[in-house]
């Protein structure tokens, strides 16, 4: 099993910036990709952003392209979000996500095989 735990959300206002983090413990050895989703009041969960766990290539869903920026720290177990510019659409409950079965060409890249508790991000207007 892998456990993962976000941080970081809080409430800033329209083109502020926040950085959330997730850190996978457990067996993280099993991961192949990790990323973030996100599940606005009365929507359904969307896709944001994934990184694979060895390797370069990110993915964004299209309305944070340029804005938002998925990093991992290996030797820290750690993913971080970067969200600039963000906007009051942005509000939302993030969730950290991980898969340890690769979903080759699949889009987006990463279903979710764990997940953590979710952190709030708030744009105020």
């Known amino acids: 099993q892998v456990q993962l735990v976000e941080s970081g959300g809080g409430l800033v206002q329209a083109g502020g910036s926040l950085r959330l983090s997730c850190v996978a413990s457990?067996?993280?050895?099993?991961?192949?990709?990790m990323g973030w989703f996100r599940q606005a009041q009365g929507k359904e969960r969307e896709f944001v952003a994934a990184?694979?766990?060895?390797?370069?290539?990110?993915r964004y869903v299209d309305s944070v392209k340029g804005r938002f920026t998925i990093s991992r720290d290996r030797a820290r177990n750690t993913v971080y979000l970067q969200m600039n510019s963000l906007k009051p659409e942005d509000t939302a409950i993030y969730y950290c996500?991980?898969?340890?079965?690769?979903?080759?060409?699949?889009?987006?890249?990463?279903?979710?095989?764990?997940w953590g508790q979710g952190t709030q991000v708030t744009v105020s207007s």
């Open positions: 457990g067996r993280t050895f099993s991961i192949v990709y």
């Open positions: 990184v694979p766990w060895s390797g370069s290539t990110t």
């Open positions: 996500a991980a898969d340890r079965v690769p979903r080759l060409g699949a889009d987006p890249p990463i279903s979710g095989d764990y």
